[in-house]
């Protein structure tokens, strides 16, 4: 756990009915901040709504996966846009740093208050990304997907990521009915 990030902009602090008012207008709230960011600056959406969005599959998600080229910046904006939307200091950018490949790299979490939940997941973007655009957003390609959880399981890291099971399954069951 990293040291929090606050803007807190002048926003009063976050009471429970700020959070039920980020529940109820979550897609006003964080969706289309994410998706218009992800327009104007071409990151990438991956992960489970990229998956739902490519095969028309409809499993549960809730927290976005976003590469982006300056993924703290853009962890900061939608943190803003829903301290703005809700009116009260409710969201932190918290970062999570790992080693991977021998790599440190970092992960800025958007999370709200009091629970901690997270509400997107902003990474740097990698050289090479291949992607789809649909409506103008970036989401990354199937193949890359089904290569990234085939990769979880045989490691044994469905422990970590838990639906990465559930989400190589409906790849793969989507290529066969393309067939």
């Known amino acids: 756990m990293g040291r929090i ?8 602090k976050a009471r429970f009915t700020d959070l039920f008012e980020l529940w109820e207008n979550r897609k ?6 994410v998706e218009n960011l992800s ?10 709504h990229a998956v739902n969005k490519l095969t028309g599959v409809q499993r549960g998600t809730y927290d976005f996966d976003v590469y982006s080229s300056h993924s703290k910046r853009h962890a900061l904006k939608i943190e803003h846009s ?4 809700t009116n009260s200091n409710l969201a932190y950018v918290e970062p999570m740093t790992y080693s991977m490949d021998g790599k440190k790299k970092t992960v800025w979490r958007v999370k709200t208050r009091p629970h901690g939940q997270a509400e997107c997941d902003y990474q740097q973007k990698p050289k090479g990304l291949r992607y789809k655009t649909i409506n103008g957003v970036r989401y990354e390609t199937l193949g890359r997907a089904e290569k990234k959880y085939d990769k ?3 490691q044994n890291e469905v422990h970590r990521f838990p639906n990465a099971f559930f989400d190589s399954y409906d790849v793969k069951t989507y290529r066969r009915k393309k067939k």
């Open 5 to 12: 990030i606050d803007t807190g902009r002048s926003f009063p």
């Open 28 to 33: 006003k709230l964080v969706v289309k901040p």
């Open 39 to 48: 327009r104007k600056h071409g990151d990438v959406i991956y992960g489970r």
């Open 82 to 85: 829903i301290d703005i939307g």
């Open 152 to 154: 979880m399981i045989k």
